[in-house]
């Protein structure tokens, strides 16, 4: 009964050492494994990513809105071609004075070519010229007259249309919108980012997690075999036997939920990776070393500040409430222009020419002795001062007044929740030198009681105390790093510089500019 016990968790380590870990390492089982860098899978994330790919498409909407804006200054060519005919029967006083004639006839032609166009000031102008011809039944016997006019006409707002902006209020309205929608992208992209880090450095956690239970198993296993040995030479007992086999079952059973949380692990990396190229292959491996190097010069102080004057800087959330703010203050600039009444002055100018012909009609214009202008100003203001005008002036300002209140509140929230982190992440420093410090002791008690337990002088229960607890020291060694890289993400994230971090994006003359790999074609 014991040799085919001892048979059966002979087998059982044979599979899951020679066949189950190099399935799940991919290193005997050639075409099976791919190694997985951290920044292959950003990027591979980041180019196929629906999410991303909808935020950068609204943007390019946002982005062609606020070009489409300035549209509104183009000169517009107008083209005029008419026919005017009438024939009608002339009444009694109508024959009087058309000397005796019953009937009357006229058949005009019009042509007219003109610029039209809207001004940066809010005015509007038309230069243009236009012809025409005037047949009627008194021009029959001595020819059709041609009358020719070439002039400009403009109108220009002197109050409501020009204050506070007014004229280019939709301009830089739909700008702000774009550079809402450019924060929004980024503040997707940050996301991605920090859900796909959160998956690999999980991966690599359970990687860990797996190559220790592996070294737990191997120990395990030389202790059962160092058992059996003891047991025939006569130096251990039966019952000492059994508890080396219980204990390798129980770690058996350790690498066992170790290997399906890798694979739970890898499952999520490659559901994010489902649209790239990477998804399709059957193992993936994190390549990047999950233990924790201190950075050097790393300063408590200066990382708040830092964080703060980069959040304050490039932090979507904050960035999109700035640009709230801004244009709210558009708003209420506008608001405030339309509640003056419309004063507008009014003017043209032109040359007209009147002749037998076109030739004739054109020369008599260009003699400038027939000009005609006009000047003169139009007053509109609302009859009861403008109900509907103060109360939009007021909801403006409300406005305004709330968007500054969620900034102000935004940066507050900003600020602790960056020094909340900055505080985790010294805690977890500290808690993981600790933690290494530990395991090396750990394993240092292990190696004494196993070179007693050659000696004779200890006993098996011990070694696997002393075992156990250098598995604790490492897994809570493990867990500490792991919590450290989810703290530097989360100030990353809550302080925007995710992407500057990676060498996706710069600030450049206060402006954050993008990495081209950023740049996608709208398809």
């Known amino acids: 009964m014991n040799r085919s016990r001892h048979l059966s968790i002979a087998l059982m380590v044979f599979f899951i050492t020679l066949v189950v870990q190099p ?40 982005y062609r809105k ?148 592996s070294d737990s198993v191997r120990i395990a296993q030389d202790l059962l075999s160092d058992s059996q040995e003891q047991l025939k030479a006569g130096r251990m007992t039966e019952p000492d036997l059994f508890e080396a086999e219980a204990e390798l079952e129980t770690r058996l059973v350790f690498q066992a939920d170790s290997e399906q949380s890798l694979r739970d692990a890898m499952t999520q990396v490659k559901l994010l990776l489902s649209a790239g190229e990477l998804g399709g292959h059957e193992t993936l491996e994190a390549s990047d070393a999950l233990l924790f190097q201190p950075p050097e010069g790393w300063s408590e102080e200066r990382q708040r500040q830092e964080s703060l004057t980069w959040a304050r800087r490039a932090q979507p959330d904050f960035m999109v409430q700035w640009e709230q703010l801004q244009r709210e203050s558009l708003v209420l600039n506008y608001r405030k222009d339309q509640v003056l009444p419309a004063l507008n002055l009014k003017g043209s100018y032109g040359l007209s020419g009147l002749d037998k012909s076109v030739e004739s009609s054109l020369d008599r214009l260009g003699s400038w002795k027939y000009p005609s202008w006009s000047l003169g100003l139009e007053l509109r203001a609302p009859l009861f001062m403008g109900q509907r005008q103060r109360n939009e002036l007021e909801v403006a300002r409300l406005s305004k007044k709330l968007a500054e209140m969620r900034l102000k509140a935004l940066d507050y929230e900003l600020g602790q929740s960056i020094e909340t982190l900055i505080r985790r992440i010294v805690t977890l420093r500290l808690r993981i030198q600790n933690a290494g410090t530990v395991v090396q002791l750990k394993r240092r008690l292990l190696d004494i009681e196993q070179a007693r337990m050659q000696a004779g002088k200890s006993t098996i229960r011990l070694v696997y105390d002393a075992e156990e607890k250098l598995t604790d020291a490492r897994k809570r060694e493990l867990e500490y790093i792991v919590r450290f890289r989810e703290a530097s993400m989360d100030l990353a994230l809550v302080r925007g510089s995710v992407l500057r971090d990676r060498g996706l994006e710069e600030l450049t003359d206060g402006q954050v500019v993008l990495s081209d790999r950023l740049y996608y074609q709208a398809e």
Request: charged share 25%.
């Open 66 to 213: 606020a070009q489409a804006e300035w549209g509104a200054f183009e000169p517009e060519l107008v083209a005029k071609l008419s026919r005017d005919k009438l024939n009608r029967r002339n009444s009694t006083l109508q024959s009087v004075q058309l000397f005796g004639s019953p009937e009357y006839s006229e058949d005009n032609r019009e042509y007219g070519l003109g610029l039209e166009g809207r001004l940066p000031s809010g005015g509007t102008y038309r230069v243009g010229y236009n012809l025409k011809r005037m047949a009627n039944t008194y021009t029959t016997d001595v020819g059709d007259d041609f009358e020719s006019f070439a002039g400009v006409s403009a109108e220009q707002p002197l109050l409501r249309g020009l204050t506070h902006g007014a004229p280019l209020a939709s301009q830089k309205v739909a700008m702000r919108d774009r550079y809402v929608a450019f924060h929004e992208y980024r503040k997707q992209l940050m996301e991605t980012i920090s859900q796909a880090e959160r998956a690999y450095w999980n991966l690599g956690f359970a990687q860990e997690q797996l190559a220790m239970a």
């Open 23 to 62: 399935a799940l390492r991919g290193q005997d089982v050639p075409g099976t494994a791919f190694a997985l860098s951290l920044d292959d899978l950003i990027g591979e994330v980041v180019r196929t990513n629906p999410l991303v790919r909808e935020a950068h498409l609204q943007w390019l909407v946002n």
